[in-house]
């Protein structure tokens, strides 16, 4: 019988994401990783979300379910969250304070456009997810990887400061929210307890939930 080697958008069977797409991901990543390094430091590249950066990156490349799949139940929640902090401070309300340096002059424009990736990677991830097929064994993967990143940024990396600089510091938020002053609310490993456990219920596991049901299945 014969074989039908192109699906319905055009691409061959072994090409499932198209190479302009490719492309222009590396571009943006070529862009973007030389400019948070110089300005942040290279301990930024361990929040969560700029990590998924370069698992999509891979993903991309190797056309890997597994991969995509991790980047996006692990930041897909988080995404939103950034957007709704966002909208609450240009509109003159607080929410969680996270995206506060999206309007703190001190930082350069070009860089807090950069930092606008968290408005479009979420529709990026569900394409690949759509495309590559949502492989289930991303949840307890990037969890434990996500266990990992919080106690490293916990133990190693710097604290909030009154006077922070440039370098990132407060990685991943495992001091609170605010780069300047460590929450008061509870004690600190108290704090980032809270964070281990609440990041998988609350923010893996819906985009798990929701991924397994409306996304195809990995092969």
């Known amino acids: 019988l014969p074989v039908d080697l192109c699906d319905h958008s055009g691409l061959s069977a072994s090409q499932r994401v198209p190479l302009w797409l490719k492309l222009a991901y590396t571009a943006f990543m070529a862009v973007l990783v030389p400019l948070y390094w110089a300005y942040y430091g290279p301990a930024n590249f361990l929040f969560l979300c700029d990590l998924a950066l370069f698992f999509l990156l891979a993903a991309i490349w190797l056309e890997s379910s597994l991969l995509a799949s991790m980047a996006t139940v692990g930041t897909l929640a988080a995404h939103a969250l950034w957007l709704a902090d966002f909208v ?24 807090r456009a950069l930092s606008l990736f968290h ?29 990992v990143t919080l106690l490293i940024s916990y133990l190693f990396l710097p604290p909030p400061s009154p006077e922070p600089g440039t370098a990132a510091r407060n990685i991943n938020y495992v001091y609170g929210f605010s780069e ?40």
Not at 121 to 146: E, I, K, M, N, S
Not at 194 to 214: D, E, Q, T
């Open 88 to 111: 609450a401070l240009a509109l003159g309300g607080q929410l969680t304070g996270m995206t506060a340096y999206m309007f703190d002059a001190a930082y350069p424009l070009h860089l």
């Open 180 to 219: 300047t002053h460590p929450q008061t609310v509870m004690p600190s490993w108290a704090w980032l307890v809270m964070l281990m456990v609440s990041y998988p219920l609350l923010i893996f596991a819906p985009a798990h939930l929701a991924l397994r049901k409306f996304m195809p299945q990995a092969r």
């Open 119 to 147: 408005l479009w990677l979420p529709p990026l991830q569900l394409y690949l997810v759509w495309r590559l097929g949502y492989d289930p064994r991303a949840l307890w993967a990037w969890t434990v990887l996500a266990w």
